[in-house]
Structure formats: C-alpha cells, structure tokens
C-alpha cells in the first residue's frame, strides 16, 4: 500500500500516465472516492499515457467507453448506476480478461466481478491550508501490481 498527495489536478494525471507506461493486456484498475474525487481525472491521464487522441469524457450514461486508439485498448468504466448483479449483463469479464484495460470508477458496486488481480486506487479530498488537495491510497490486490505499486513515487 502506498498513500500519495496530489496538489492539483495535473499531479492527478500524472499518476495516471506514469502507471499508463507500465500497463498491460487484461490489466485492471479499479477507482474508489466520493464524486468529486479525481477518479475521471486520473482516468484521463492514464488515456494519455496509452497515447489516446480521443477526448475521455465521464462515462457515466453509458456506463463503459472504449477507447481504441491507443498502446492498449482502454475500457472505461462508471458503474455507478449500476443495478444489483448488473455487472453479469455489462459482460465485465469478457472486458476484465480482454486484450485491453479496464478501468472501474465505483468499482465498489461491482466488487463480487473483479478478478484475482487488481490495481485499487481510492480518492480521498484533504483541506490543507486554504486548498483542497487529494490523497490517493494505492494498493496491489495480487500479484500482479506489487512492484508496481513498490516503485511509485
Ligand atoms: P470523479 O470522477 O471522482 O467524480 P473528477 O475527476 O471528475 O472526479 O473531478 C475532480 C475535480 O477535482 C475536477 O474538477 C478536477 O480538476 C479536480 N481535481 C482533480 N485532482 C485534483 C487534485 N489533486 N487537487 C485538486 N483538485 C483536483
Ligand atoms: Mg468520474
């Protein structure tokens, strides 16, 4: 587990696009934090490190966009309207063991879905001296991201 301060947005899109360079097929991160966050802004940096042009928007209508214009596909992915066992339907698997990344904003909705191996990343806002800055906790669930997490900084 590692915890990071964020001063401002663009530190949070830096988080994204240097854990977008290590990232691979079937790899997935999931994104806990109130609205408001930095889920989508992380979301978006990440994007630019896979090297998509398209402008991410918030997926939260249609629950997943795809982004195939990049290193690796990317799923995005806002389950916050999500029913109960909604996540059977989405075909969450079939993106989770795909040949991209899926990304899950509110992945605590769809939690009983995820695989073995996740990145977990969780927002949390934290006034500090007049500002409002983001703590982001990171853990690895698995194998898969240890180092990754160990060797951020
Ligand atoms: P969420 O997807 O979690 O609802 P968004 O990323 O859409 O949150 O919105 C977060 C808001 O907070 C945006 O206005 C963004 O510019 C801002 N923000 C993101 N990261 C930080 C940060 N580290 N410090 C201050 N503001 C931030
Ligand atoms: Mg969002």
Known sequence: ???????????????????????????????????????????????????VQRVIKSPTFTIIREYLDGRLPLYHMDVYRLENGGGD?????????????????????????????????????QDQSGSTVRVAEIKAVGERFQALVAGLA
Do not use: H
């Not at 990071?4 to 691979?24: E, F, R, S, V």
């Open 89 to 125: 339907e989405l075909g969450l698997d079939e993106y989770f063991d795909g040949d991209g990344v899926s990304v899950v904003e509110w992945a605590q909705f769809v939690e009983e879905d995820l695989p073995t191996d996740y990145l977990s990343i969780t927002f949390t806002r």
């Open 1 to 51: 587990m590692k915890e990071l301060k964020l001063i401002n947005p663009d530190q949070t899109m830096a988080l994204g696009q240097q854990i977008a360079t290590q990232l691979q097929a079937g790899d997935v991160i999931v994104l806990n934090g109130d609205l408001g966050a930095g889920k989508t802004t992380f979301t978006k940096g990440l994007a630019q490190g896979l090297g």
